[in-house]
């Protein structure tokens, strides 16, 4: 099932929870900090849904800033603002490991490609990040205010 997804995705369980808008996406759970994941947030801008996606460990990572539409045949296009390389990416819900609620694969690009999966917790309070313009800051700030809960699951995933 292909899905113009970023708008709301229903996961294998039937909720509509897993939208992909608005909620911390992540590649795996690092087992230390030197372990790199990738990590990624969308929300709603005026136009268009902006996003960042983050790769890298606890010491060491870098971040691309991104907008998105979703196309009429159900994919989205992805364009990473600073060079703006543009993709087709595709969506497909899964099923979530144990520990997640919600999980899916994008395809389509290297970059972002991957399962990711989500926790209940790890989602944007409304309104956080969203906006009238593309606002980097406060895009970060949204990803990074969901990081404690992702710390906690780090020193849980240990136990």
């Known amino acids: 099932m292909s899905l113009g997804i970023l708008v709301g995705v229903t996961s294998c369980r039937g909720s509509d929870d ?7 996406w992540v ?12 990590s990624f947030i ?7 849904h902006a996003g960042i996606l983050i790769q890298g460990s606890l010491y ?5 800033v991104f907008t998105w539409k979703n196309e009429a045949d159900g994919r989205v ?9 543009r993709h087709t990416l595709t969506i497909e819900p899964c099923t979530p490991s144990r ?10 690009e290297p970059t972002i490609a991957g399962r990711y999966q989500s926790r209940k917790r790890w ?17 970060a700030a949204a990803w990074a205010s969901l990081q404690p809960d992702v710390t906690e699951a780090l020193r849980e995933s240990d136990r």
């Open 123 to 139: 989602v944007l309070r409304r309104g956080q990040g969203e906006g009238d313009a593309l606002d980097v800051p406060t895009l």
């Open 99 to 108: 520990g997640f609620h919600a999980c899916i694969d994008v395809a389509g």
């Open 60 to 64: 060491r990572g870098g971040y691309d």
């Open 18 to 24: 897993s939208s992909v808008t608005g909620r911390l």
């Open 42 to 48: 969308t929300t709603k801008a005026a136009k268009d």
């Open 77 to 85: 296009a992805l364009q990473y603002l600073q060079d703006q390389r």
């Open 27 to 38: 590649s795996a759970l690092p087992r230390s900090p030197r372990v790199p994941v990738r």
